[in-house]
């Protein structure tokens, strides 16, 4: 069985821009997560998504915006991009809400220039 | 944003010896789990804790929900070369899928 899936796997912006990620979770699972990962440092939760809604929100600004589609894939929006924007974009699903036992995908490698 | 606080920050171990790597938070978790994280991959869940106290095994891996609730600990018996990685502890509140993930604990193996 397939796992998470992300796309792109790597990409590079300029500020100011906007970029795009995607996310397609294990087939029966319903709940999306997305986590900002920098260079050293642990995962940071930037939303959950579960049944098309949105279920927590970590502290990122409004730049950053998500959301579930009718097949439980999910995009990931920034928007204005800056340069602290540069990390590794980890998508993880789970089979419900709540458990804590997340599936990550490889992630989407953001390089702002 | 938090970060719970993992110690030791790195360590180097010789092939066959044990591990032991710690996570402590200022705050309560009701949830505490253990990821590893490959080069280029996600990190990929070990062992997740449930109760204060819990004692669960994964393999060679144990770890323990400390009974404060503000922290837990992971050993790894016989360290074989894939055990190389990055150790994750991250806690977890409520019904959702936020969690709060350490800095890192990076095992070095020397064959």
């Known amino acids: 069985d397939a796992g998470v899936t992300q796309s792109p796997t790597h990409l590079i912006k300029t500020r100011g821009q906007h970029v795009t990620l995607r996310c397609s979770p294990i087939?029966?699972?319903?709940?999306v997560s997305w986590y900002q990962q920098v260079l050293g440092q642990g995962p940071q939760f930037i939303f959950q998504?579960?049944?098309?809604?949105?279920?927590g929100r970590g502290n990122f600004p409004d730049r950053f915006s998500a959301r579930q589609f009718p097949n439980y894939s999910s995009e990931l929006n920034v928007n204005a991009l800056l340069l602290g924007d540069s990390a590794l974009y980890l998508c993880?699903?789970?089979?419900?809400?709540?458990?804590?036992?997340?599936?990550f995908g490889e992630g989407s490698r953001l390089t702002v220039l | 944003g938090q970060q719970l606080n993992q110690s030791p920050q790195s360590m180097f171990i010789q092939e066959g010896e044990d591990v032991s790597m710690n996570c402590t938070s200022s705050?309560?978790?009701?949830?505490w789990l253990w990821y590893k994280q490959d080069p280029g991959e996600g990190p990929v869940l070990l062992i997740a804790?449930?109760?204060?106290?819990e004692l669960t095994s994964n393999g060679r891996l144990t770890a323990q929900f400390g009974t404060t609730r503000k922290d837990s600990f992971l050993n790894i018996s016989a360290s074989i070369p894939s055990d190389v990685g990055i150790y994750f502890c991250?806690?977890?509140?409520?019904?959702?899928?936020?969690?709060?993930f350490g800095t890192g604990t990076q095992l070095k193996v020397e064959l």
């Open positions: 998504y579960y049944e098309k809604e949105e279920r």
């Open positions: 991250a806690g977890q509140n409520g019904g959702g899928n936020k969690l709060t």
């Open positions: 993880a699903s789970s089979l419900q809400g709540g458990t804590g036992e997340l599936f």
């Open positions: 087939s029966g699972h319903k709940s």
């Open positions: 705050s309560i978790f009701n949830t």
């Open positions: 804790l449930y109760k204060a106290g």
